[in-house]
């Protein structure tokens, strides 16, 4: 009898045990789960934000390439103008000249 009672224990002890072993199972592949889903949707939100943040570089640096354009562009034409005028200056001068020397053959 105490035999029976014994093996009945231990069955009782063994199916027990298997069933906690089972739900430990059971929670941990879930929380595997879980963790898995939190990492996969963290590393979207970083892949978005890095691919945000490569597009506003991308804008900024096309912004700058195109101020530096208007720069040089405004360089070149504040350079041709102050040549213009200079080239005025210079005509002024050539026909002031010419005018000092007709003026002196006169005389």
Known sequence: VIEKALAKREERTRIDTEHRMKQLGDAVEG???RLRKEYEGALEQ???AAEKRCEEQKRILEELK???SLAWENERKDLETMLKGKSREVLEAQKSCKEMEQQVMKV
């Open 31 to 33: 929380e595997m789960k």
């Open 46 to 48: 970083a892949q978005r």
């Open 66 to 68: 195109e101020t530096e």
